[in-house]
T-cell receptor, first 110, second 112 residues
Framework: EADIYQTPRYLVIGTGKKITLECSQTMGHDKMYWYQQDPGMELHLIHYSYGVNSTEKGDLSSESTVSRIRTEHFPLTLESARPSHTSQYLC?????????FGQGTRLTVV | QKEVEQNSGPLSVPEGAIASLNCTYSDRGSQSFFWYRQYSGKSPELIMSIYSNGDKEDGRFTAQLNKASQYVSLLIRDSQPSDSATYLC????????????FGSGTKLNVKP
């Protein structure tokens, strides 16, 4: 069973606020990812990392930033939240046997 | 062209029938293939992986891989209403070795 944790699970925040979505995994995976997914829609890769101090932007343009200072931790930060950022954010990690997802953070910006 | 293509559905089958889900991929060098199930409002969960041509069975699920034709399929036997979900196909190990490519998913409805 995958051990990947996201906090908070739900977040409602006002426009212009800075937020950080937390993601941690205990499996020692080098590869970690952030996906954005709207209800009923496909996954969109917004950031990925192949190891400590390695981060790349994904296929979907995003105003968020990420950091990877420790293998197990891959937080995502929005400097100034906007209503267009309202979505579900999924963190994942992978090895050759597959990709494993956290439970997600549902973000609502009002 | 997308890396992984799936019919979005919905695919409707009666309870007890076989559900057949299909996926094609563009990178002929891909080596690893996965099926995920995603219930509404939940995260995707890995249900099957397959790495070589042929069939792989796990309970009511059978994954089929044909690298020559670049397609992967998932068969669900004796479909149950609890199987109603979106099924995502994922592929990795191609020219961009480290990346996993997900299809957009096929929605399956199993009618009681």
């Amino acid at each position: 069973e995958a051990d990947i944790y996201q906090t908070p699970r739900y977040l409602v925040i006002g426009t212009g606020k800075k937020i950080t979505l937390e993601c941690s995994q205990t499996m020692g995976h080098d590869k970690m990812y952030w996906y954005q997914q709207d209800p009923g829609m496909e996954l969109h890769l917004i950031h990925y990392s192949y190891g400590v101090n390695s981060t790349e932007k994904g296929d979907l343009s995003s105003e968020s930033t990420v950091s990877r200072i420790r293998t197990e931790h891959f937080p995502l930060t929005l400097e100034s939240a906007r209503p267009s950022h309202t979505s579900q954010y999924l963190c994942a990690s992978s090895e050759s046997t597959g990709t494993y997802f956290g439970q997600g953070t549902r973000l609502t910006v009002v | 062209q997308k890396e992984v293509e799936q019919n979005s559905g919905p695919l409707s089958v009666p309870e007890g029938a076989i559900a057949s889900l299909n996926c094609t991929y563009s990178d002929r060098g891909s080596q690893s293939f996965f099926w995920y199930r995603q219930y509404s409002g939940k995260s995707p969960e890995l249900i099957m992986s397959i790495y070589s041509n042929g069939d792989k069975e796990d309970g009511r699920f059978t994954a089929q891989l044909n690298k020559a034709s670049q397609y992967v399929s998932l068969l669900i036997r004796d479909s149950q209403p609890s199987d109603s979900a979106t099924y995502l196909c994922a592929v990795s190990g191609g020219y961009n070795f480290n990346k996993f490519y997900f299809g957009s998913g096929t929605k399956l409805n199993v009618k009681p």
